[in-house]
C-alpha cells in the first residue's frame, strides 16, 4: 500500500549513502544505521545512534538496505514501448522504430498512459530523479506533467526540438515551436520539483534557426538546463558534419550557438577529440554515460578516463530505449565493463557516485539530492539482500563496502528486481506488492 502522508519517521537498517567529492573514501556506511525523516520531506539525521530528540518518531525496523535514490540523467519516456527492438546503427534504428513510435505522442490519451508507465517502472526500480525526453508534441509532455503530480518524482524535462532530419509529423516549425516551449516553460514553474531542459534533440535534427532560438533562450534564463546528444557514432558525427561545414568538431557546433555551459546536459561523448575533452573540461558541462545503450547499438565505447582525469562531471543514463534496461544496477555493471574493455577499472563507489550525486550536479540539484544528508530531500530506495541465498553470501562474505557495493552490481537483475520500496521527499511512492506493508 503507497502512502500519501508526509509525517515524521525513523527507518533503522543497513544503510549507504555517497558523499559529496567522489573519491574511493567518500562514504557512510552503517550495518545498522538510522535516517531520520521530517515531516516536511527532507531528512533530519543519519547516523548509527537515533539522537534523544527524534526518540519519540514512529521507528520502522527493517532488514532491507537503505541507498540513496538514483538519478537517470539520460532517459526517453516515449521509447519504453521500442526498448530491446532488433537494432542496426543508431540512426536507422531512430527511423525504423523510435519516430514511429513517437509520432504517437500526440495522442494525449496514449501519451497519458505511457508516461504513467514510464514513471511507475523507474520507481520500482529504485530511481527518484531523471532527466527526461519526451517528444515535440504539447500534449506528451503535459502528460508526464500530469503523472508525475500524481506519481511524485523529481524530474527535468522539455519539449523536444526538432524542424528536420525526421519524418514530418516530428518536424516542428520554428515559431509553433517556440509558443509550445514557453508554455511549457511556464507551465513547469508552477509544479513542486519539476525542472525545465531545453532539449534540441541533437544537431542534424535541428536548424540553424531552432539551435540559435534554444542557445539565446537558454542565455536568458538562468533557471533552465539544456540536455542533449553528442558524438554517440561515427555516421552521426559525419552527418553532422556535413550540415556544419563551418564547425571544427562536433562540440563547437553547440558552442557556437550558445549551448555549451555549466547547465549543458550532453548524453553519450563517445567519440571526442582532445580538443572537445579540453573545452569540455573549461565549460563545466556534464557528460551522461549510457553504457547499455551504446552497446546495445554497437556506438562504441565510453572513455572513462578522458572525462575523469580532466575532472568533467559525469552521471549515467539508461537511455531507454537505445538502452535495454531501466535498473540502474545493470547500467552501472555495464559501465564497468565497457571500461574494461578500454582497459580501464571503475571504483564501483564511483559507479554509485556517478549514478547518484553525478547525475544531481549534473541537474544542478547535488544541494538537495543524491545522497542521504541531513537537509536533503528523503529521496532513497530499500533494496532486498536476503533473499538471494547466493547474493546475500557475496554480501556478507566481501571484506570492504566497494566490495558490498560491486557484487550489488552483478547481482541485480532486471528479471529479479529487489528494489522493494522506493520514496520521494519522505513519502511512499513504490512498493514490491510482496512486502509487508510500511
Not at 554509485?352 to 530506495?381: M, N, P, R
Request: aromatic share 12%; glycine share 10%; hydrophobic share 40%.
Amino acid at each position: 500500500m503507497v502512502s500519501d502522508k508526509k509525517e515524521p519517521f525513523v527507518i533503522r537498517s543497513r544503510l549507504f549513502t555517497p558523499l559529496d567529492g567522489g573519491g574511493s573514501d567518500e562514504y557512510l556506511y552503517y550495518d545498522d544505521g538510522f535516517l531520520v525523516v521530517g515531516d516536511g520531506g527532507r531528512i533530519l539525521f543519519v547516523g548509527s545512534e537515533l539522537p534523544e530528540e527524534y526518540a519519540h518518531y514512529r521507528v520502522h525496523r527493517t532488514q532491507h538496505l537503505i541507498f540513496p535514490g538514483f538519478v537517470d540523467a539520460h532517459v526517453h519516456y516515449p521509447q519504453v514501448p521500442v526498448v530491446a527492438s532488433y537494432g542496426t546503427s543508431l540512426l536507422e534504428w531512430l527511423d525504423k522504430y523510435t519516430f514511429p513510435e513517437e509520432i504517437k505522442y500526440g495522442d494525449s490519451s496514449y501519451a497519458g498512459r505511457r508516461a504513467a508507465q514510464f514513471l511507475t517502472l523507474i520507481l520500482a526500480r529504485g530511481v527518484t530523479s531523471a532527466a527526461v525526453f519526451s517528444t515535440i508534441h504539447q500534449v506528451a509532455f503535459e502528460a508526464l506533467q500530469a503523472s508525475n503530480r500524481d506519481l511524485g518524482l523529481n524530474l527535468v524535462s522539455g519539449v523536444t526540438g526538432m524542424d528536420r532530419g525526421a519524418p514530418d509529423a516530428l518536424s516542428v516549425d520554428i515559431d509553433v515551436f517556440k509558443d509550445i516551449n514557453e508554455k511549457a516553460i511556464e507551465t513547469s514553474r508552477g509544479l513542486e520539483r519539476f525542472g525545465y531542459a531545453i532539449t534540441p534533440r541533437f544537431a542534424i535534427s535541428c536548424s540553424d534557426q531552432m539551435l540559435d532560438y534554444c542557445g539565446q533562450l537558454l542565455e536568458s534564463d538562468q533557471s533552465l538546463l539544456m540536455q542533449t546528444h553528442i558524438n554517440e557514432t561515427e555516421d552521426e558525427i559525419l552527418a553532422t558534419s556535413e550540415l556544419f561545414p563551418n564547425a571544427a568538431d562536433y562540440l563547437e557546433v553547440y558552442d557556437s550557438f550558445g549551448l555549451l555551459g555549466d547547465r549543458s546536459l550532453f548524453a553519450h561523448g563517445i567519440h571526442n577529440t582532445a580538443t572537445e575533452y579540453e573545452r569540455w573540461a573549461l565549460s563545466g558541462a556534464s557528460v551522461v554515460h549510457c553504457p547499455t545503450s551504446n552497446t546495445f547499438l554497437g556506438s562504441g565505447l565510453f572513455d572513462a578516463d578522458g572525462y575523469v582525469s580532466r575532472g568533467i562531471n559525469v552521471g549515467l543514463g539508461s537511455d531507454v530505449g537505445g538502452g535495454f534496461s531501466l535498473n540502474p544496477f545493470v547500467t552501472m555493471a555495464e559501465a564497468y565493463k565497457v571500461a574494461k574493455l578500454r582497459g580501464q577499472v571503475l571504483d564501483p563507489l564511483l559507479l554509485v557516485y556517478w549514478h547518484t550525486l553525478g547525475g544531481a550536479k549534473a541537474i544542478h540539484q547535488d544541494d538537495s539530492i543524491g545522497s542521504l544528508e541531513s537537509g536533503k530531500y528523503a529521496d532513497f530506495c530499500l533494496i532486498d539482500i536476503t533473499s538471494d541465498e547466493v547474493g546475500f553470501e557475496m554480501w556478507e562474505r566481501a571484506g570492504t563496502v566497494h566490495e558490498k557495493l560491486f557484487s550489488l552490481m552483478f547481482l541485480m537483475p532486471d528479471s529479479k528486481n529487489r528494489v522493494v520500496a522506493t520514496f520521494t521527499a519522505g513519502v511512499l511512492r513504490w512498493q514490491d506488492e510482496t512486502e509487508p506493508g510500511f
